[in-house]
């Protein structure tokens, strides 16, 4: 049997960090912010008595628990340009050079992708070559397009720093043939905080914060401007979709400048998916995340991207009738979940890869 202690540890620096976005950070303030009061966190972990429990989430993946933990306490590089970067390391399974995880390569490729986006396209807790971006690969190679796919996925960065990215690699002399950005959970995981916060202004740019000490200063600054949260799904939408909006805005400039175009998709979340199909039921039900908690989020995520006026392209519902488990928490997939969310991306970008082809 094996214990969770370990994955005590991986729920401590994941709260502590808010950079992979797991259930506590993002519902318990959800609550907090719809009631005023303080709520006990759901987890997906806490009420296990042990790690076999949570390989029901990833079928056909051996060791995918204990992978998911190496890759949730895999560390950054604080100080770097957008904020923290990932660090360079390589075991079995995960490889990173020069801040990228490393992908499923073929050789002499025709195409060049990059691929923006947080934890979901960094692939925690997926092999080396099950990522959203090793699919994309493969999904072209059976067709027989040959390309790369630089994975950027950087765990806890919303689209303002993807963007970042993407300008200064361009700037630094970088060219692909397609930017494709995958966004969503972090938008919404901001949105909330900035409600929480009333950090209103649409002038300056967030991020996620990194530590608690971080929350807690800005808990203390709410405080003594006398500021409560109401927990409004407008308000939050209207303090998510501006930001995201000036990102989406600005990747476009860029793609008019560099001729490189670009491509922006609103992921799927567990809170987006149907409450009457038996897979999420019991996932609600396993993490106790009520069904008025799971709609009130989804309108949120729904909010935020109307709201942006900038029309991402839609993949909240690719995931919905999924024949097994996809979501190990309310943003993390298992492998299926990667695949699914990889096909359905494909579909959209073949046209363009085929025409640079």
């Given at each position: 049997m094996r214990k969770r202690s370990w994955w005590r540890r991986v729920v401590v620096a994941v709260v502590l960090l808010a950079a992979v976005v797991f259930v506590p950070p993002l519902l318990s303030r959800t609550r907090e912010a719809a009631s005023g009061g303080t709520t006990t966190a759901a987890t997906i972990v806490l009420n296990e008595e042990d790690l076999d429990a949570f390989d029901k989430f990833f079928p056909g993946q051996p060791d995918a628990v204990e992978l998911a933990e190496l890759q949730s306490l895999w560390g950054w590089d604080r100080g770097g340009p957008y904020g923290w970067e990932n660090q360079d390391r390589a075991t079995e399974e995960i490889t990173v050079v020069d801040g990228r995880r490393v992908t499923y390569s073929v050789d002499d490729p025709q195409v060049t992708v990059w691929l923006f986006g947080g934890s979901t396209v960094f692939g925690?807790?997926?092999?080396?070559?099950h990522t959203i971006a090793s699919v994309l690969v493969r999904l072209a190679e059976e067709r027989g397009v040959r390309i790369a796919v630089e994975n950027f996925g950087v765990s806890g960065y919303v689209n303002w720093?993807?963007?970042q990215q993407f300008h200064d690699a361009l700037r630094f002399g970088g060219r692909p043939d397609l930017a494709v950005f995958f966004d969503g959970a972090n938008e919404t995981t901001l949105a909330v905080d900035r409600e929480r916060f009333g950090l209103f202004d649409d002038s300056v740019v967030h991020r996620l914060t990194m530590e608690e000490s971080e929350r807690e200063a800005l808990a203390a600054a709410?405080?003594?401007r006398g500021y409560e949260s109401s927990?409004?799904?407008?308000?939050?939408?209207?303090?998510g979709a501006g930001q995201y909006r000036r990102g989406v805005r600005w990747a476009r400039e860029l793609s008019d400048e560099y001729d490189v175009p670009v491509v922006h998709f609103w992921q799927p979340q567990l809170y987006t998916m149907p409450v009457d199909a038996p897979l999420i039921r019991a996932a609600l039900e396993q993490w106790q995340i009520s069904e008025d908690s799971q709609r009130h989020m989804d309108r949120v995520v729904d909010r935020i991207a109307?709201?942006?006026?900038?029309?991402?392209i839609d993949l909240t519902d690719v995931l919905d009738d999924a024949s097994g488990p996809t979501f190990y928490d309310t943003t993390h997939t298992n492998e299926l979940g990667a695949r699914l969310t990889a096909e359905a991306m494909f579909e959209h970008l073949w046209p363009e890869i085929r025409r640079r082809a």
């Open positions: 925690i807790g997926q092999r080396e070559d720093q993807e963007t709410a405080a003594a927990g409004d799904v407008e308000e939050i939408g209207r303090l109307d709201a942006s006026g900038v029309d991402p």
